[in-house]
């Protein structure tokens, strides 16, 4: 596996979640007003570095996506969402895992070693440029990244 940054990771993550089914938008950068209904965030939200003894650093990432909604109609907007519990862990975890064909993942295109796991929760209301937002804030926790020193 050739080595990473954590922009890189990012950015694969981006393209990953952009395959998602209902995800309007997912921007590599995101803009202070957003145009779409349904869009994804993606940000490296905390993390820790080691040196290895073979010349690289190690990271742990806990990659934060948040999957957010501007419709105003709260029954509306919750039944449009819940699916993407399912289809965004599905999209992140396929990358790490085999298919039922044994095919190995692409591992966000070799930049993300592996994951610990997918953590959600709801997130009621927020405000994104002013909008309330609903939607779902997820974790890829422990994203591991190796860097030559």
Not at 36 to 56: C, I, K
Not at 127 to 144: A, E, I, L, Q, R
């Amino acid at each position: 596996m050739p080595p990473t940054d954590v922009n890189s990771a990012i950015n694969q993550i981006v393209a990953v979640l952009r395959t998602v089914s209902g995800i309007e938008n997912v921007p590599l950068n995101p803009p202070s007003v957003m145009s779409y209904t349904t869009f994804g965030l993606v940000y490296p939200s905390t993390g820790t570095f080691d040196a290895n003894p073979t010349g690289t650093k190690k990271g742990l990432h806990n990659i934060a996506i948040d999957i957010l909604s501007r419709d105003m109609d709260k029954a509306n907007v919750i039944n449009k969402i819940k699916p993407f519990i399912d289809s965004v862990s599905l999209a992140l975890l396929r990358q790490i895992s085999y298919d039922v064909s044994g095919n190995p993942g692409q591992r966000f295109g070799d930049t993300i070693s592996t994951f610990e796991d997918v953590t959600y929760s709801f997130i009621p209301e927020a405000d994104y440029g002013g909008v309330p937002v609903t939607g779902y804030h997820f974790s890829m926790n422990n994203t591991k990244l190796l860097t030559s020193l």
